[in-house]
């Protein structure tokens, strides 16, 4: 990938620190969840409430030095790697937010280890990536990341770039009002087969957010170099329920399916990437 030096002041970084804060009523979006304890069990969920979400790689170069207190380097590449990221999510959706009349409020991230508190309720690494509406964060740690990736075979810098995107994108649908409406959603569904399938398209409107962020970076600021494409492509194809679960208990079950198949996370990628437009991000059509 091809960032340029502007990072996002909207970094948190929590390392070293230990669990801080009191507990919150929230819901979290996105997340390893599941699998972090089906990958330590394996099962891609969400995080400690009910709405799940994605995960995939973590930043490169996370194999950094620490200080005595446990924290790394306030300046380690994996922070820098981030805040760029963000950065770049913030140029591209402050602009399309400007397009709708409208203006973006910038998510915080929060980078941690081992555990922090949340909006959500605890932040367990294992969880993985995540999203909480309440606080308008995004929770990441990035060790933890560097270990999911590998055993997913989720590498590159791209594919990191893309779980980033993924959970930006789970605060776009805050800002837009999609995640309250898919909770009501959920709350009138029959069952919880028909709940989960609400949840599936939550996640895959965020993955085909993450390729729209790419395609507007890509015109405007030439990101992408070759094979980051690729990269992106597998990561979403590496949190595919249907893989996970293959792999976890050597079954799928598509009525417990809380992200989608792998070829419907890449299809939705895909989309967002080819279109670069939200209107072509419509997971929704026919539930409203």
């Known amino acids: 990938?091809?960032?340029?030096?502007?990072?996002?002041?909207?970094?948190?970084?929590?390392?070293?620190?230990?669990?801080?804060?009191?507990?919150?009523g929230g819901i979290a979006v996105g997340g390893l969840g599941g699998v972090a304890i089906l990958l330590l069990c394996l099962f891609l969920g969400v995080d400690p409430s009910l709405i799940l979400g994605d995960g995939s790689g973590p930043a490169p170069q996370q194999q950094q030095q620490t200080q005595q207190n446990g924290a790394p380097p306030a300046q380690d590449a994996g922070r820098r790697f981030v805040a760029q990221v963000l950065g770049d999510t913030e140029q591209v959706w402050n602009a399309e937010f400007q397009k709708l009349g409208r203006q973006y409020q910038e998510p915080a991230l929060v980078l941690f280890t081992g555990a922090t508190s949340s909006g959500c309720g605890a932040a367990e690494s294992q969880v993985g990536p995540f999203y909480c509406p309440a606080d308008q964060r995004v929770y990441i740690d990035l060790d933890f990341m560097a270990q999911l990736q590998q055993r997913l075979g989720a590498n590159g810098d791209f594919a990191a770039a893309y779980i980033i995107a993924h959970e930006v994108g789970h605060h776009v649908q805050n800002q837009l009002g999609i995640l309250d409406l898919t909770r009501r959603l959920q709350q009138q569904a029959q069952d919880q087969a028909e709940a989960n399938g609400i949840q599936v398209r939550v996640e895959l409107q965020a993955d085909c957010l993450a390729g729209l962020w790419a395609r507007q970076a890509q015109d405007a600021r030439n990101i992408l170099e070759r094979g980051d494409v690729e990269e992106g492509l597998n990561a979403a194809a590496a949190v595919g329920d249907d893989r996970l679960q293959r792999r976890a208990q050597g079954r799928v079950q598509p009525e417990s399916f809380t992200h989608g198949s792998s070829e419907d996370r890449m299809r939705w990628f895909r989309t967002g990437l080819d279109r670069g437009e939200l209107a072509a991000c419509d997971t929704f059509a026919g539930l409203r």
Do not use: A, F, Q, T
């Open 1 to 24: 990938m091809r960032l340029g030096n502007r990072e996002s002041r909207n970094v948190e970084d929590r390392r070293g620190m230990g669990r801080m804060g009191g507990r919150g």
